[in-house]
C-alpha cells in the first residue's frame, strides 16, 4: 500500500531549487521522519486534501491556529468581506480596536496589547519591553521551549547548570547568547537556584505554560506558581509564551487554566485564524512604555492588518460557543486512550500527555515532564508510526518533538478513524 504522491513529488523537486530545503520554514520538509512532504492543494474542516487529491485528518492544524477547522465558513465570509474595502491603510481601523478590547476580556492579565505579525515578533518585542522597562539584560528560557527564530532565543545550555548560554545556531553572537541563561522545565530547585545567583539581573523569565515545542509536556503541581513567585521575589517580569497555548488549552489559555497572572503574554497562532499575526500584551503600566508612549521602540508596517484581524476575530468568535473546549477535551481524552488502548493491544510502549486540545504521544513507558524525557523517547519508532498513519490518511506532526491538535471540526468518528488507522501503524511499524 503507497499513496500516490506523484505531484506532489514534482512540486518538491521544483521548491528544492528555490528555496532551503523546498521549503518556508524547516519543519515542514520531512527531515526528522523522512522521506517528503505533501503539498497541500485546499483543506476544509478536519481535513488536509493534497494535490494527487489524497485526503489527511489533519493533526497539525497549520501548527496550531486552526482550532475550529479549516476554512471554517464564519472565518471565510469575514474575510471575504473586508477584503473588498483593501487590504491595508496604514491608518487605524475599526478592527483593531475590537481585537483589542476581545483580547483583553479573554486575557484580563493583558489590559493593553500590540499586534505583530507573527509569533517570533511577539516574543522579540516581549523581551525588549522587559529589557526595556526592568534596565536589567538577562532572560531565563528553559531547555527545549521554542519562543520563535529571536537571536536571544536560539540558545542551548552552557556546560554547567549555571552558566550562560551559548549559541544554538551560527549567526547568533555568542555575546548575546551570554545574556539568556536556560534551565530545565519542571525542575523547581534549579530555578531557585539560579535566581539566588543572578535574581537581580534578569529581566524577564519566559515559558510556554505548557510546553508544545518538545512534544508536549504539561507543568508539574505548583511550577508555574513557583516560578511566579521568584520573579515577584527578585523583580523580574514572568512572560507567558501562549502563542500556542492561547485559546487552545482553555478559553483564557494557560494561565485561566492554571490561575497565574503573568506580567507579559504573548500571542499568536489563534488569534490570526491562519493570518500572520501575533500580539504581545500585559498590565498597563509595562505598555504604556512602549512608543509612541513611552520610549520602548517596536513597529511594523503590517500589523493590525485589517484582514488578518477579521480572520482572527472570526476564529475568536467561535470560542463562545456553548461546549466548545468540553467537546475538544472529550474528543482529546478519546484520542489519546484509544491510542494507548491501540499500542498495548499491539504490544507497544506509549504514553501521552494531553490538556484540552492539543496532546503529546511518546514512545516510552515512563511519564514524561522534561525535555530529557522527551529525547529519550524511542524516535525511530515515531518515525515509523508517522508514516504508517499517513499511508493511512491521518496527518501527525513530522517530528516526535511537536505536540498534536485538535479542532473542533472533528468528530467523533474522525477520532475512532485514527485510532483504527493507529491499529495498523502500530502493527507495521513493530513487526519484525
Ligand atoms: C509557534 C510559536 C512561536 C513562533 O511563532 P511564529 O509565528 O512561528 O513566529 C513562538 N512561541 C511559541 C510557543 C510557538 O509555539
Given at each position: 500500500m503507497s499513496l500516490d504522491t506523484s505531484r506532489s513529488h514534482d512540486l518538491f523537486q521544483r521548491a528544492r531549487q528555490f528555496m532551503p530545503g523546498g521549503v518556508n520554514s524547516p519543519v515542514r520538509a520531512f527531515k526528522s521522519v523522512g522521506g517528503e512532504p505533501f503539498f497541500a492543494q485546499r483543506a476544509e474542516g478536519a481535513y488536509l486534501y493534497d494535490v494527487d487529491g489524497n485526503r489527511y485528518i489533519d493533526y497539525v492544524g497549520s501548527w496550531g491556529p486552526m482550532i475550529a477547522g479549516h476554512a471554517h465558513p464564519s472565518v471565510i465570509e469575514a474575510v471575504q468581506k473586508t477584503l473588498v474595502d483593501g487590504l491595508s491603510f496604514g491608518v487605524p481601523n475599526a478592527l483593531e480596536v475590537a481585537m483589542g478590547e476581545r483580547l483583553a476580556e479573554l486575557m484580563?492579565?493583558?489590559?493593553m496589547q500590540r499586534m505583530v505579525n507573527s509569533g517570533t515578533e511577539a516574543t522579540l518585542s516581549a523581551i525588549r519591553l522587559a529589557r526595556g522597562a526592568t534596565g536589567r539584560t538577562l532572560i531565563v528560557k528553559f531547555e527545549g521551549c521554542y519562543h520563535g527564530h529571536g537571536d536571544s532565543f536560539l540558545v542551548k545550555a552552557g556546560s554547567g547548570a549555571l552558566t550562560f548560554g551559548q549559541p544554538n545556531s551560527p549567526g547568533v553572537p555568542a555575546p548575546l547568547a551570554d545574556l539568556t541563561l536556560t534551565l530545565p522545565y519542571n525542575d523547581f530547585d534549579a530555578a531557585t537556584t539560579l535566581f539566588d545567583a543572578h535574581g537581580g539581573e534578569i529581566a524577564g523569565l519566559i515559558i510556554e505554560p505548557i510546553a508544545g515545542n518538545m512534544n508536549c509536556i504539561l507543568p508539574k503541581d505548583g511550577y508555574l506558581q513557583h516560578l511566579r513567585e521568584l520573579c515577584t521575589k527578585h523583580g523580574a517580569l514572568l512572560i507567558f509564551d501562549?502563542?500556542?497555548?492561547g485559546f487552545r488549552v482553555s478559553r483564557g489559555g494557560a494561565q485561566q487554566r492554571y490561575g497565574i497572572t503573568p506580567d507579559i503574554t504573548t500571542l499568536g497562532k489563534i488569534i490570526g485564524g491562519g493570518m500572520p499575526v501575533g500580539a504581545y500584551g500585559g498590565r498597563e503600566d509595562l505598555m504604556r512604555q512602549i512608543a509612541p508612549d513611552g520610549p520602548i521602540y517596536q513597529a511594523g508596517t503590517l500589523s493590525g492588518n485589517p484582514v488578518a484581524m477579521a480572520a482572527g476575530l472570526a476564529t475568536l468568535a467561535l470560542l463562545d460557543e456553548p461546549g466548545f473546549y468540553e467537546r475538544l477535551e472529550q474528543n482529546t481524552n478519546r484520542l489519546c486512550d484509544g491510542l494507548e488502548t491501540a499500542a498495548r493491544d499491539a504490544g507497544v510502549a506509549v504514553t501521552t500527555n494531553r490538556s484540552c486540545a492539543m496532546f503529546g504521544l511518546f514512545f516510552t513507558d515512563k511519564k514524561v515532564e522534561s525535555f530529557a524525557d522527551a529525547t529519550a523517547c524511542d524516535i525511530n519508532a515515531f518515525n515509523r508510526f508517522f508514516h504508517g498513519m499517513l499511508q493511512r490518511g491521518v496527518y501527525l506532526a513530522p517530528s516526535a518533538y511537536e505536540a498534536g491538535f485538535l479542532s473542533s471540526a472533528m468528530s467523533e468518528s474522525d477520532i475512532d478513524a485514527t485510532i483504527e488507522a493507529a491499529r495498523g501503524a502500530f502493527r507495521d511499524a513493530f513487526a519484525d
Open positions: 484580563p492579565s493583558m489590559p501562549e502563542v500556542m497555548t
